[in-house]
């Protein structure tokens, strides 16, 4: 149970949060009256083009709004590909230089959490050149699948590939078939419902301290919402340093913009286990 001050709003209504930014997009297409053909139509316009600048190339996203909220974009995956593409740009001056160092003469190996659309995914494959493992629930599985075969031409071109995963947070065995061979773990707006911030902080340790491996870290890309989020960062502290490597200014009347993170085990002491 939350109390009712942590239900508060800090940023505007999620409906608000997720219009996507592509002008065509925003079309006046009522999709809540339940009409065929204005779903059809709406679903057409929710495919965009996302212009990747450092690879002179484009991302194409099937977006399906009437599916629900793992079926659309969430404002900080466009933050986190501004990043990466700024990256592959600037490295010098990317907030994420340090994390995207190169790897003994192999491509990197990413595992994003609760891909969605598979926006921030895909486009990191591309950018970086890397194998990026995206996951989520079953059911939203096959847009995943849609989305990484729309994009398999500018994948193979830039020396990426995706692989498509369910992944339950949380599910042990889930975890173990996933394996934990990665460099670094990404994600985008995962911290909404607070019924699943233990799920993900069990999946976080999973992956980030087990075994005596290389120092892995999560990159986390966050629009806060509502103060009860803040339970969620005081549980992650008890097991990770958590730092912001970058924040957007707020924008479209919100109060605050999206936000950064770096997880990472903690230095000083051995991470506690549950």
Do not use: C
Not at 49 to 63: C, E, F, L, N, P
Not at 185 to 199: A, I
């Amino acid at each position: 149970m939350t109390s009712g001050e942590d239900d508060i709003e800090v940023n505007g209504p999620l409906s608000e949060q997720l219009q996507v930014q592509d002008g065509e997009a925003q079309a006046d297409i009522n999709v809540a009256h339940g009409d065929i053909h204005s779903v059809a139509v709406a679903e057409q316009l929710r495919q965009q083009d996302y212009h990747i600048a450092s690879i002179a190339s484009k991302v194409v996203i099937r977006q399906l709004p009437s599916q629900g909220l793992s079926f659309q974009l969430w404002p900080a995956a466009t933050t986190l590909v501004t990043l990466l593409d700024g990256h592959r740009s600037h490295p010098a001056t990317s907030p994420l230089s340090a994390l995207l160092t190169a790897q003994l003469g192999r491509p990197l190996r990413i595992l994003e959490l609760g891909s969605g659309t598979g926006l921030v995914g895909i486009s990191a494959s591309a950018i970086l050149g890397a194998h990026v493992t995206v996951t989520d629930l079953p059911h939203v599985l096959p847009n995943l699948r849609f989305n990484a075969e729309a994009n398999s031409s500018v994948l193979a071109l830039h020396g990426g590939s995706v692989d498509v995963a369910a992944l339950s947070w949380g599910d042990i065995e889930d975890m173990k078939v996933i394996g934990g061979e990665y460099d670094l773990v990404l994600g985008s707006d995962v911290v909404y419902h607070d019924h699943l911030y233990d799920p993900l902080l069990q999946t976080l340790r999973f992956f980030l301290l087990g075994g005596e491996k290389r120092r892995m870290v999560f990159v986390m890309a966050h629009l806060r919402r509502w103060k009860k989020e803040s339970t969620f960062f005081k549980r992650a502290k008890k097991h990770f340093d958590v730092d912001v490597i970058h924040a957007d200014a707020p924008s479209n009347g919100a109060r605050v913009g999206v936000q950064v993170y770096r997880f990472a085990a903690k230095r000083n002491k051995s991470a506690p286990r549950s």
